[in-house]
């Protein structure tokens, strides 16, 4: 199994927070997990953890609208980058099976882990996690199980904790737009630096 020594606090909301910060990010390379056009005109990168109860809720309840708002109408492409978080023999095989997936199957699998994840969280089997995020990866549970000790699989989930350190987040889910950290990862909060990002 592989595991990552890493443990990030829970976000805490701050009201008086500036809707953007000025810490930068390590640019997205062909190696990053996206969905929408490669030269929409915002990109926001996402850090997030399948076992951070906070981010399955932003990928249940903000997600969708944001997809079919932003994404869909080509106005921003999303990159998630899988930042591991506590308990990580939870957080860790599902960052590696997301990893594992066919890549324009990732977000598909992520939505399957992120809504499955409160189950496992109070007391289901991570086996039974697994099923519905490898029936939606595009390989199979052999081809997924060969993928995910692999020290390329590793590798990759490595480069999005460093990339995390690099910039300074200690919380999931975290946003950056345009490379700058976006601080409220409401829709609206995330609408609002998104438009000030477009017209820059």
Same mark, same amino acid.
């Given at each position: 199994m592989l595991i990552l020594a890493l443990a990030i606090a829970a976000p805490v909301a701050s009201a008086s927070a500036p809707a953007v910060a000025t810490e930068q990010v390590a640019p997205v390379t062909a190696a990053d997990r996206s969905i929408g056009r490669a030269d929409a005109p915002v990109t926001v990168?996402?850090?997030? !953890?399948?076992?951070? &109860? &906070?981010c399955a809720d932003w990928h249940q309840f903000v997600y969708?609208?944001?997809?079919s708002r932003l994404?869909?109408? #080509?106005?921003?492409?999303?990159?998630?980058? =899988?930042?591991? /978080? $506590?308990?990580l023999q939870m957080s860790v095989p599902a960052a590696a099976l997301a990893r594992c997936a066919v890549p324009d199957r990732f977000f598909d699998v992520a939505a399957a882990l992120m809504h #499955?994840? +409160? %189950?496992?969280? =109070?007391? #289901? /089997?991570l086996d039974a996690w697994y099923v519905p995020a490898i029936a939606a990866s595009g390989r199979t +549970?052999?081809? @997924?199980?060969?993928c995910t000790t692999t020290p390329a699989t590793r590798a990759a989930i490595e480069r999005d @904790? $460093? !990339? %995390?350190? %690099? !910039?300074?987040?200690?919380?999931?889910?975290s946003f950056f737009v345009n490379g700058r950290r976006a601080m409220d990862p409401s829709l609206g909060g995330l609408e609002v630096a @998104?438009?000030?990002a477009a017209a820059r």
């Open positions: 990168i996402e850090y997030a !953890s399948f076992a951070c &109860h &906070h969708p609208v944001f997809k994404i869909d109408t #080509g106005q921003v492409r999303l990159v998630f980058r =899988n930042l591991p /978080t $506590d308990p #499955g994840q +409160r %189950a496992v969280l =109070n007391g #289901g /089997t +549970r052999a081809q @997924i199980d060969a @904790i $460093d !990339s %995390a350190r %690099a !910039s300074d987040v200690d919380q999931t889910p @998104i438009r000030a």
